[in-house]
C-alpha cells in the first residue's frame, strides 16, 4: 500500500533560519512520482515539485531545495533563509505510474516564520 | 493559467439536506478530482474521474456520490449531509491521458462546508 508520512506537524522558525520539512513515502511501486504542495492561507495548493522515481538528483529553485533518497525512501525539502511569505502548510504527495494522475497525500506540516 | 473553480467559498447546511458541490475546470483537462481535508488527516481522496461520465471511488467514498455530464464540469453530492461531513473540500484536475506522464494536479480554492 502507499502511504506518505510527513512526522513535522508543525514548525515555527525566525526569518532567515534554514528549515527543513521531511516527507518519508512507502510504496511497491518502481516507478512514481513525487510531489510537494504549499497551501498559503487563502487555501489553493500551489505545485512546487514532482519528481519521478527515477530520477534522485537535488533539485534547487532559489530558496528551496529538494533532497530524494530512494535508500531512505524519503523526500526532504529545505527552505533556505525563510521569509514570512513562506508561512504556510506543505504538503508532500506520492503518485503511482499511470494516467490517473491520483495523489496520496501525507498529513501536512505547517510552518510558521516569524519576523 | 489554468483555472479550477469551485462555486462557492464558504457552505453551511443542514443535516439531512442534499448538498451539491460544484467545481470546473477550463483548461480541458480529463482527470478531475474531489478531495476533503481535515487537521490532522492531511488531503484524502473522495473520488475522481478521468472522463466524462466515469468516476471511481477513492478511499473515503461513503457518503459521497458524483456527477460529471460534461468535461469541464465535476459535481460532489452529499446526498443526506451529516455533521461528520464538516469539512473543507477541494477539487482538482490535471491532463490525463494526454500526458505519458504523471502531471501535477490543479487545485480550487477550497469549499469549507459546515452542517449543522
Redesign the interface.
Known amino acids: 500500500a502507499q502511504k506518505v508520512t ?1 512526522a513535522q ?1 508543525e514548525i515555527s522558525v525566525v526569518e532567515k533560519e534554514d528549515v527543513t520539512l521531511d516527507c518519508v513515502y512507502e510504496t511497491r511501486d518502481t516507478t512514481y ?1 513525487l ?1 510537494w ?1 504549499k497551501q498559503p492561507p ?6 512546487l515539485i ?1 519528481r ?1 522515481s527515477f530520477d534522485e538528483q537535488n533539485e534547487i529553485s532559489g530558496r528551496y531545495s529538494w533532497n530524494f533518497q530512494k535508500s531512505t525512501s524519503s523526500f526532504n525539502f529545505t527552505i533556505t533563509a525563510s521569509q514570512v511569505v513562506d508561512s504556510a502548510v506543505y ?1 508532500c504527495a506520492l ?14 506540516t505547517r510552518l510558521q516564520v516569524f519576523p | 493559467d489554468v483555472k479550477v473553480t469551485q462555486s462557492s467559498r464558504y457552505l453551511v447546511k443542514r443535516t439531512g439536506e442534499k448538498v451539491f458541490l460544484e467545481c470546473v475546470q477550463d483548461m480541458d483537462h480529463e ?1 478531475m ?1 474531489w ?1 476533503r481535508q481535515d487537521p ?6 473522495i473520488y ?1 474521474s ?1 472522463d466524462v461520465k466515469m468516476k ?1 471511488k ?1 478511499d473515503i467514498p461513503e457518503g459521497y456520490s458524483v456527477s460529471r455530464e460534461k468535461k469541464e464540469r465535476f459535481s460532489l453530492i452529499l446526498e443526506s449531509a451529516s455533521t461528520n461531513q464538516t469539512s ?1 473540500y ?1 477539487c ?1 484536475s ?4 494526454k ?1 505519458p ?10 469549499t469549507q462546508l459546515s452542517v449543522l
Open positions: 510527513q506537524t512520482y510531489f504542495y487563502s487555501g489553493e495548493l500551489v505545485f514532482r519521478n504538503f503518485s503511482e505510474a499511470g494516467n490517473t494522475d491520483k495523489l496520496i497525500f501525507g498529513t501536512g | 482527470n478530482f478531495y490532522g488527516l492531511g488531503l484524502r481522496l475522481f478521468y471511481e477513492g473543507m477541494l482538482a490535471s491532463l490525463g491521458a500526458s506522464t504523471n502531471e501535477k494536479l490543479f487545485f480550487g480554492s477550497g
